[in-house]
């Protein structure tokens, strides 16, 4: 009885946390600090609730853990730290001091191919460059290349949602690549799963890899297919040094934010989200197109969970990630440059979504899979 209260409260926040950034516009401009409020929140309600066996609530290792995860990633060399903050920021600054040049030499060599072909080339690549040099720095080399591409503004808002498909799930496959693969990797790092670098290429390669492949496929059929009639120049405002640092600041604070809404959401998930049977989570975790699954990803994943749980949580909030602009960082960022609204990006996410959901769930509840 004593822990029905505090559960409540973790519940009311979990409520807050996934209506707040689509209900109130103020919360999704300030999405960093309000998370890192609610996480802070729920760390010290989790301390009143008592389970068994289990440390719950504020203690310095996971203060240490929250401040040290965004920058930490050891083994992908075996002794050079490297994480998602330094790869924002050095990509960043790349992109910052030579910005003319990079873009002069984009659009030389999109006039040399077919639309079509720098389309699927485009998708793909950022599909799979994503892991390494992360979502964010993709979705701004995808925004680049779109505006030296001859498309008009509904073809290129197309384009945009699709890439962002490949993107957001090609991102998972690394730590470095966004929020969600550095939370999912730093919280199964101990035992049963000592997950490294590549455990989550090898948990989602199969199933991720032949669906950047097809979002490719779907982008170049679309470019094909379309007309470039009405065309529509696009103007992009180069960033400033302070911007790029900005960038990696807020990328710091959400996921040490993150950090804290996992740990803080464990008693929820030690004594419920566990015993939700595989299929019913899948389809639980579409809720993150209207909240960032790396949220979802913290509230949830832990070592607690069999790794039929972890990869079909995991595949759902990939895959509806992208169904509306809030559920992952490079819808964010392409509709706000390019000025793409929620009701525009809806229409093209939210079928291709849930087609995208549909064809996962059959290959991941196949019996073959499940043997």
């Known amino acids: 009885m004593a822990d029905i209260l505090p559960t409540a409260g973790l519940i009311v926040i979990f409520a807050v946390v996934l209506a707040g950034p689509f209900a109130v516009r103020r919360i999704e401009h300030n999405l960093e600090v309000f998370l890192l409020a609610c ?6 309600i989790a301390g009143f609730i008592h389970i068994p066996g289990e440390l719950t609530g504020w203690r310095w290792e996971i203060v240490i853990e929250a401040l040290s995860a965004p920058v930490r990633i050891t083994d992908l060399l075996g002794f050079i730290p490297i994480g998602i903050v330094q790869v924002v920021l050095v990509v960043g600054y790349v992109f910052y001091r030579w910005h003319d040049t990079i873009r002069n030499r984009i659009c030389s060599a999109c006039g040399k191919l077919p639309l079509w072909l ?21 979705a701004i080399i995808l925004i680049e290349v779109l505006c030296c591409l001859p498309l008009s503004h509904g073809l290129r808002v197309r384009l945009v949602v699709v890439a962002c498909f490949s993107i957001g799930i090609g991102a998972a496959l690394t730590p470095l690549g966004e929020p969600l693969s550095t939370i999912a990797v730093q919280k199964l790092s101990g035992p049963p799963y000592f997950a490294d670098f590549g455990y989550l290429l090898r948990l989602l390669g199969v199933y991720v890899l032949p669906g950047i492949v097809a979002y490719g496929v779907l ?28 960038r990696a600041a807020k990328v ?32 639980v975790n579409t809720v993150s197109a209207v909240l960032d699954n790396a949220t979802l990803a913290a509230a949830e994943i832990g070592p607690a969970l069999s790794e039929q749980q972890i990869l079909t949580a995991l595949m759902a909030l990939l895959v509806a990630g992208g169904m509306l602009i809030p559920g992952n960082i490079p819808n964010i960022i392409a509709a706000g440059k390019l ?32 043997s």
């Open 118 to 138: 720098v389309v699927f080339i485009l998708i793909v690549a950022l599909g799979l460059l994503s892991s390494i040099i992360s979502a964010i720095i993709a």
């Open 219 to 246: 982008g170049a059929f679309i470019a094909r297919k379309a007309m470039t009639s009405g065309l529509e120049e696009c103007h992009l405002f180069r960033e400033d040094l302070r911007e790029v640092f900005m």
């Open 252 to 283: 710091y604070v959400f996921i040490t934010a993150l950090v804290l809404l996992g740990e803080g959401f464990k008693p929820l998930i030690l004594e419920y989200v566990i015993r939700i049977p595989s299929a019913a989570l899948y389809w």
């Open 339 to 370: 000025k793409i609204r929620s009701t525009e990006w809806a229409r093209i996410g939210v079928p291709i979504g849930i087609a995208s959901l549909v064809v996962y769930f059959a290959i991941l509840f196949s019996p073959l899979v499940i």
């Open 39 to 44: 996480g802070a929140a729920a760390l010290t």
